[in-house]
């Protein structure tokens, strides 16, 4: 059974930092590209960041470059996302996402607030 995990959410002022977790179990992780996805209440879900299985070919949302980096570390089927400097229109539930079958996380909620 493939298993996306999220942790790492919470919440944080402006200017904070997070570290979001996305641990898959089910399937050959090292084969398979990854993307962190999130959506914000009353907004349809965007991709934030994608990398592919060596961890290169790194892409990101035009808001988040230069704030966020995606990573993996394939000993441990982990996916992250460093979010550093997060702003209030950073809120939104992060969701962990495997694209070749379209297999989601829970997702883990990230609010920025003062």
């Known amino acids: 059974q493939v298993k996306l995990v999220e942790s790492g959410g919470g919440m944080v002022q402006p200017g904070g930092s997070l570290r979001l977790s996305c641990v898959g179990s089910?399937?050959?992780?090292?084969?398979?590209?990854m993307r962190w996805y999130r959506q914000a209440p009353g907004r349809e879900r965007e991709m934030v960041a994608h990398?592919?299985?060596?961890?290169?070919?790194?892409n990101y949302l035009d808001s988040v470059k230069g704030r966020f980096t995606i990573s993996r570390d394939n000993a441990k089927n982990t996916v992250y996302l460093q979010m550093n400097d997060l702003k209030i229109e950073d809120t939104a539930v992060y969701y962990c996402?495997?694209?070749?079958?379209?297999?989601w996380g829970q997702g883990t909620q990230v609010t920025v607030s003062s």
């Open positions: 996402m495997r694209p070749a079958y379209a297999n």
């Open positions: 089910g399937f050959n992780f090292n084969i398979f590209v």
């Open positions: 990398i592919d299985s060596y961890g290169g070919s790194l």
